[in-house]
């Protein structure tokens, strides 16, 4: 099993930035990817990015493209979020998933969910 534990959210103004940091325990394997969602009130969960294993391959929702950046330190079992220019619309829970293909951009594709860090981005 994987516990995954997000943190680093907060209220922020319009074109503030935030890094949030996801750190995972427990056992894992070596062909676990890693990637974030947000989901904001009365909204579905959406997929926000994803990064491989090696942290060399990264997808990014066309929403934050160019302002935000996934990154990950295996060393630490950490991976990050950072988070520019935010806007109201990216107001939502945070959350980071774990899960075996690369890419995934559902819920269905991750196995491991943490459960979740707040981000408020006033105007």
């Known amino acids: 099993q994987v516990q995954l534990v997000e943190s680093g959210g907060g209220l922020v103004q319009a074109g503030d930035s935030l890094r949030l940091s996801c750190a995972a325990s427990g056992r894992t394997f070596s062909s676990y990817v890693m990637g974030w969602f947000r989901q904001a009130p009365g909204k579905e969960r959406e997929f926000v990015t994803a990064?491989?294993?090696?942290?060399?391959?990264?997808v990014y929702a066309n929403s934050v493209k160019g302002r935000f950046i996934i990154s990950r330190d295996n060393a630490k079992n950490t991976v990050y979020l950072q988070m520019n220019s935010l806007q109201p619309e990216d107001t939502a829970v945070y959350y980071c998933a774990a899960g075996s293909k690369y890419g995934g951009r559902t819920y269905y594709d991750y196995d491991y969910w943490g459960q979740g860090t707040q981000v408020t981005v006033s105007s």
């Open positions: 990064i491989s294993w090696s942290g060399a391959r990264t």
